[in-house]
């Protein structure tokens, strides 16, 4: 292979090799991790990056996660990165999503394989950064002022945890001890935090590796596959936009509150299709408000592209190409665009949901045929711990039908790709016990096709802790589509007690808490089921 020209069978093998060293990046983190948030949750995402800090591969993980990942590498290369450095951050405004997600992003240089490069237009140094292995995880606490780093009531972001701007924790090959200790002593749990931060580590290093190898194996070939690969993608997706119908389509949505108030929030979303390309315009979206439902420019990105993706062949190879044709805007200061020291908690996880559900509201008309009906619309958040410990959890719900099948029940939908905790890791590892987990029948909206069932997910508290809930749909149903009928609005119960969709409260022992999910909408006219 030359650099400008890329065989096409190679190329294939090439992106293959590449999507499994994400792939095995995510394995040794799971696999290395303490809390169950990530070994049994996988609440994490892997991927590499070329030197340009395009995207080039990713592992099947979160959506928020790998979207909102291009930021923090961009956040990265900023800061003079040199190969054997590792770099952290959680900083929303500057390359992060919300606090508990931490990136490690991993500088590789030309030298990790033991092969140098002749082209007098390639890298010739060992120091010559080729690409960048990237890991992110939700860790279950990172200080803050409620136990899981989720405060319902938080209005701004010092309230929520420590926030890290891109620092190395490894400098030259060697762990930064000063940076490590810093960050492990404004965290609960840090003897959990220090194995959790170990396991992105050896993930990193193994990404770091195995793209040694492929040097090794490939030389400039490798550096040639990244561009080919992006302009492929780039190439198909531009196709895939040629074909929706052509216009401009709006649509909006709310956030039931934003913690502090009840009041409603909006969402306004303006979609253009024109020429293969995609903008999508959040202008009339509300003004950045007290709470904690604001999310950060890159979450927004992350919820489009996750639409743009689902709406498209889903055989496209996820990349910097996929991306590349798609533009989302939205106005500094808004919901969707907050400046410091705005606190962003519930954006990440909730408002990321809702803006998937207008966006897909949007598209509708160009793709009827791809879009389904509205699913729970919500991640269900629900944290409880102490000083001992903290249990977090998104909970699954109903899916929205689709033109041609029901809405799956009980499932993680949109912006997270999560598994459970299993009942029995959950009592083993916290104070604990799962009085309940069920469907919840018959929540999914009626149609030609149904939606899916949510769940009741209940659990009793066996120590004082403080609970906190980041859910949403508590007061408006997932919409039916094509005539189909609306699902299910979730609910939340302390005790027996109806709470607020956003809550952080102290509880006793013996406390016993249930959220029951949203179902999703139904697709098309119920009489022609």
């Given at each position: 292979?030359?650099?400008?020209?890329?065989?096409?069978?190679?190329?294939?093998?090439?992106?293959?090799?590449?999507?499994?060293?994400?792939?095995?990046?995510?394995?040794?983190?799971?696999?290395g991790?303490y809390?169950?948030?990530?070994?049994?949750?996988?609440?994490?995402?892997?991927?590499?990056?070329?030197?340009?800090?395009?995207?080039?591969a990713?592992a099947?993980?979160?959506?928020?996660?790998?979207?909102?990942?291009?930021?923090?590498?961009?956040?990265i290369?900023?800061?003079?990165?040199?190969?054997?450095?590792?770099?952290?951050?959680?900083?929303?405004?500057?390359?992060?999503t919300?606090?508990?997600?931490?990136?490690?992003?991993?500088?590789?240089?030309?030298?990790?394989?033991?092969?140098?490069?002749?082209?007098?237009?390639?890298?010739?140094?060992?120091?010559?950064?080729?690409?960048?292995?990237?890991?992110?995880?939700?860790?279950?606490?990172?200080?803050?002022?409620?136990?899981?780093?989720?405060?319902?009531?938080?209005?701004?972001?010092?309230?929520?945890?420590?926030?890290?701007?891109?620092?190395r924790?490894?400098?030259?090959g060697?762990?930064?001890?000063?940076?490590?200790?810093?960050?492990?002593?404004?965290?609960?749990?840090?003897?959990?935090?220090?194995?959790?931060?170990?396991?992105?580590?050896?993930?990193?290093?193994?990404?770091?590796?195995?793209?040694?190898?492929?040097?090794?194996?490939?030389g400039?070939?490798?550096?040639?596959?990244?561009?080919?690969?992006?302009?492929?993608?780039?190439?198909?997706?531009?196709r895939?936009?040629?074909?929706?119908?052509?216009?401009?389509?709006?649509?909006s949505?709310?956030?039931?509150?934003?913690?502090v108030?009840?009041?409603?929030?909006?969402?306004?979303?303006?979609?253009?299709?024109?020429?293969?390309?995609?903008?999508?315009?959040?202008?009339?979206?509300?003004?950045?408000?007290?709470?904690?439902?604001?999310?950060?420019?890159?979450?927004?990105?992350?919820?489009?592209?996750?639409?743009?993706?689902?709406?498209?062949d889903?055989?496209?190879?996820?990349?910097?190409?996929c991306?590349?044709?798609?533009?989302?805007?939205?106005?500094?200061?808004?919901?969707?665009?907050?400046?410091?020291?705005?606190?962003?908690?519930?954006?990440?996880?909730?408002?990321?949901?809702?803006?998937?559900?207008?966006?897909?509201?949007?598209?509708?008309?160009?793709?009827?045929?791809?879009?389904?009906?509205?699913?729970?619309?919500t991640?269900?958040n629900?944290?409880?711990?102490?000083?001992?410990?903290?249990?977090?959890?998104?909970?699954g719900?109903?899916?929205?039908?689709?033109?041609?099948?029901?809405?799956?029940?009980?499932?993680?939908?949109?912006?997270?790709?999560?598994?459970?905790?299993?009942?029995?890791?959950?009592?083993?590892?916290?104070?604990?016990?799962?009085?309940?987990?069920?469907?919840?029948?018959?929540?999914?909206?009626?149609?030609?096709?149904?939606?899916?069932?949510?769940?009741?997910?209940?659990?009793?508290?066996e120590?004082?802790?403080?609970?906190?809930?980041?859910?949403?749909?508590?007061?408006?149903?997932?919409?039916?589509?094509a005539?189909?009928?609306?699902?299910?609005?979730?609910?939340?119960?302390?005790?027996?007690?109806?709470?607020?969709?956003?809550?952080?409260?102290?509880?006793?022992?013996?406390?016993?808490?249930?959220?029951?999910?949203?179902?999703?909408?139904?697709?098309?006219?119920?009489?022609?089921?």
């Amino acid at each position: 292979m030359t650099d400008d020209a890329v065989d096409a069978v190679e190329l294939e093998i090439l992106r293959n090799q590449l999507e499994s060293v994400a792939e095995e990046m995510g394995e040794v983190l799971i696999r290395g991790a303490y809390s169950p948030n990530i070994t049994e949750r996988r609440d994490c995402s892997t991927a590499l990056f070329d030197a340009d800090g395009r995207l080039v591969a990713q592992a099947e993980h979160i959506p928020v996660h790998l979207g909102a990942m291009p930021r923090a590498v961009d956040a990265i290369r900023d800061r003079d990165p040199r190969p054997g450095d590792v770099f952290a951050l959680n900083d929303p405004f500057a390359g992060g999503t919300h606090l508990p997600d931490v990136t490690f992003v991993s500088p590789i240089g030309a030298g990790a394989g033991g092969r140098r490069f002749r082209s007098g237009d390639r890298p010739t140094g060992d120091d010559e950064i080729v690409a960048y292995a990237v890991s992110r995880a939700h860790h279950a606490d990172v200080g803050g002022m409620a136990p899981g780093s989720m405060p319902a009531g938080a209005r701004e972001i010092q309230q929520e945890g420590l926030r890290v701007p891109p620092v190395r924790i490894v400098a030259d090959g060697t762990v930064v001890s000063d940076v490590l200790e810093l960050v492990l002593a404004n965290v609960r749990n840090p003897a959990q935090r220090r194995a959790d931060v170990q396991a992105q580590l050896a993930a990193n290093e193994r990404g770091a590796r195995r793209i040694g190898e492929l040097l090794d194996d490939h030389g400039e070939g490798l550096l040639a596959a990244f561009d080919a690969v992006v302009d492929y993608s780039r190439a198909r997706m531009e196709r895939e936009l040629s074909a929706l119908e052509p216009g401009t389509y709006e649509a909006s949505g709310t956030i039931e509150g934003d913690g502090v108030t009840d009041t409603a929030v909006p969402i306004e979303a303006t979609v253009t299709v024109e020429d293969g390309a995609v903008t999508v315009d959040f202008a009339g979206t509300a003004p950045q408000v007290a709470g904690n439902v604001n999310a950060p420019l890159a979450v927004a990105e992350s919820a489009v592209y996750y639409v743009i993706r689902c709406i498209t062949d889903p055989e496209i190879p996820p990349n910097q190409g996929c991306y590349d044709p798609v533009t989302v805007a939205a106005p500094e200061g808004s919901l969707l665009n907050p400046t410091p020291p705005a606190a962003v908690v519930g954006g990440n996880v909730e408002t990321s949901q809702r803006v998937t559900e207008v966006v897909f509201d949007a598209l509708a008309a160009a793709a009827p045929d791809r879009v389904p009906a509205e699913s729970q619309g919500t991640m269900n958040n629900l944290v409880v711990g102490g000083p001992e410990f903290t249990y977090y959890e998104t909970i699954g719900g109903g899916a929205g039908a689709t033109p041609n099948r029901d809405g799956a029940s009980g499932v993680q939908v949109g912006m997270t790709n999560t598994r459970n905790t299993p009942v029995e890791a959950l009592e083993a590892a916290y104070p604990l016990r799962v009085a309940e987990y069920s469907l919840r029948s018959d929540t999914g909206g009626p149609g030609r096709h149904r939606g899916g069932d949510g769940l009741v997910r209940e659990i009793v508290v066996e120590t004082d802790a403080t609970v906190s809930l980041l859910t949403d749909r508590r007061q408006t149903p997932p919409a039916g589509r094509a005539g189909g009928t609306d699902g299910t609005v979730g609910e939340n119960f302390v005790d027996g007690e109806a709470v607020a969709s956003k809550l952080t409260r102290a509880v006793e022992a013996g406390t016993t808490v249930r959220v029951e999910t949203p179902g999703g909408g139904g697709y098309g006219d119920p009489d022609d089921a």
